[in-house]
């Protein structure tokens, strides 16, 4: 279309007039505050205190509120760099594996794993002896990669994510996954979660589908993992 | 293992809180929450969901210049994951039906007044790439790029969500 054409002005004028009318939303009076809130409370609930920018050399900006809020464990690591908390010192909490996982699952950087090369985190040879499971590597976000997991034809996804941390969470050869479902699994119906023995992996097995088809992933084994 | 972060360079030294982001960006961030959802409810817990995760993942923030853009993406992301649970996949990708596309143009100045009921009624992937292109502001390249879909997918359904909204908004009467 010319640009000078009358209905191709008028379609310029079209787009300038959508593009100004999309903004013009009126915000919620005290949004601000709420904002802060939840952030200050999401802190005090996971004890994990705001992380800076890497490098930043600026210590962490607390506020007056998050100190008073109380519970927050600020005085990890005391002020300073933080760096990325996979590679800290102390065992990830189950709230902070939960935070990965969910980190993972909305992150914007999962690619499709190059599968000349394969995928750089395994599937763990104990979990293939489950019977009837199926997996199949799709996507790798930095120090995650996701599985399609399948058994029986049911779907489900098994994170496994390499970390450098302890956490006190079953094992590959114990009895038992912890099972959290509902609100309690976060972004899904059920979640299963194991670390393996040597810490270096944490497996998290996501559903969303019906409790009776979660437990069938591991039905037939006394011992799940071994 | 494939790695596509960009590394920080040297003097790559960045400090900026939470509470800065929030500050600067929770307005537009709303804005587009709600343009997303329709509605202020859903716009609000849209946003601070937004920012919880932005606070988690801080640091990969590399350059404060693109706070805005990093939001907006986690914005998006949250908004069709919370579509996602909502419905089943299949339909993330209903197409708009061609006849609901018609083909006379408006030539009279819009009805702003029902703007967002109209693009309420646009497919997911429709009112998204819209709103890439008319609220972000980013290239067909771009949201082909950012949205994983070709480019002339990206094309045709920005032509018909912005046809849709044509001869739906109602011209002010003279």
């Known amino acids: 279309m010319n640009r000078f054409d009358p209905a191709h002005q008028t379609d310029d004028a079209f787009d300038d007039e959508l593009a100004a009318a999309l903004h013009e939303v009126d915000v919620p ?31 962490v900006r607390l506020s007056r509120r998050r100190w008073l809020s109380g519970g927050i464990a600020a005085a990890i690591g005391g002020l300073g760099l933080w760096g990325s908390y996979r590679w800290a010192s102390r065992s990830l909490t189950e709230e902070e594996v939960w935070s990965e996982v969910s980190e993972s699952l ?58 450098g941390r302890s956490a006190k969470l079953p094992t590959l050869r114990q009895a038992k996954p912890m099972v959290q479902t509902g609100a309690a699994a976060r972004d899904w119906n059920h979640t299963a979660i194991w670390r393996d023995e040597s810490a270096s992996y944490l497996y998290v097995l996501a559903y969303d589908g019906r409790r009776e088809d979660f437990d069938r992933f591991f039905v037939g084994r006394t011992v799940p993992l071994a | 293992m494939h790695k596509n972060r960009k590394q920080p ?29 329709g509605r202020h409810n859903d716009a609000e817990d849209l946003t601070q969901q937004c920012f919880l995760t932005a606070h988690r993942k801080l640091s990969q923030l590399r350059q404060v210049e693109a706070a805005r853009g990093w939001l907006f993406t986690i914005l998006r992301t949250a908004f069709l994951k919370l579509v996602r649970k909502k419905r089943p996949h299949n339909e993330i990708d209903t197409e708009l039906p061609m006849q609901e596309v018609a083909q006379e143009k408006s030539e009279s100045p819009f009805d702003l007044e029902h703007l967002q009921q109209r693009l309420n009624e646009l497919p997911e992937t429709y009112r998204i790439a819209l709103l890439m292109f008319y609220f972000e502001g980013k290239s067909y390249e771009e ?21 849709h909204l044509r001869t739906r908004l109602r011209p002010i009467e003279a």
């Not at chain 1, 601000?32 to 600026?58: F, K, M, Q, W, Y």
């Not at chain 1, 985190?121 to 995650?144: E, K, L």
């Not at chain 2, 600067?24 to 997303?36: D, I, K, P, S």
Request: proline share 5%.
């Open chain 2, 143 to 163: 949201i082909a790029a950012e949205t994983n879909v070709a480019l002339g997918t990206v094309m045709s359904r920005l032509s018909r969500a912005k046809a």
């Open chain 1, 106 to 163: 909305l992150s914007s950087d999962w690619k499709a794993f190059n599968r000349d090369v394969g995928p750089p985190y395994p599937f763990p040879r104990s979990m293939m002896r489950h019977s009837g499971w199926q997996a199949r590597p799709t996507a790798i976000d930095n120090g995650t990669v996701a599985f399609n997991l399948t058994r029986a034809g049911v779907p489900a996804v098994l994170f496994v994510i390499r970390t």
């Open chain 1, 29 to 59: 009076s005290g949004l601000r505050a709420r904002l802060l809130d939840a952030v200050v409370d999401s802190e005090a609930n996971s004890g994990v205190t705001n992380r800076p920018a890497a490098d930043c050399h600026d210590s």
């Open chain 2, 9 to 37: 360079t040297q003097d790559a030294t960045i400090c900026v809180s939470i509470e800065q982001l929030i500050q600067q960006h929770y307005e537009v961030l709303y804005r587009y929450a709600f343009r997303l959802t």
